[in-house]
C-alpha cells in the first residue's frame, strides 16, 4: 500500500510540473499541488 501511494505521489507530482512548464490553468494547478501535498480533504484510497 505504501509503494503505491508513493507511486501515485511521484506521477502526481510529475504531471504538475509539466502543467506549470506548459503554463497550464493556474486553478487546476493549485488543486493538484494541494492533492499531491494532502491538504484537499480528499481521501486517497
Keep these: 500500500m505504501q509503494s503505491q501511494r ?4 511521484e506521477v502526481m507530482e510529475e504531471n504538475y510540473q509539466n502543467l506549470a512548464f506548459l503554463g497550464k490553468n493556474h486553478s487546476l ?4 499541488g494541494r492533492l499531491i501535498r494532502g491538504t484537499t480533504g480528499v481521501l486517497c484510497a
Design 6 to 9: 508513493a507511486l501515485h505521489r
Design 29 to 32: 494547478m493549485r488543486l493538484i
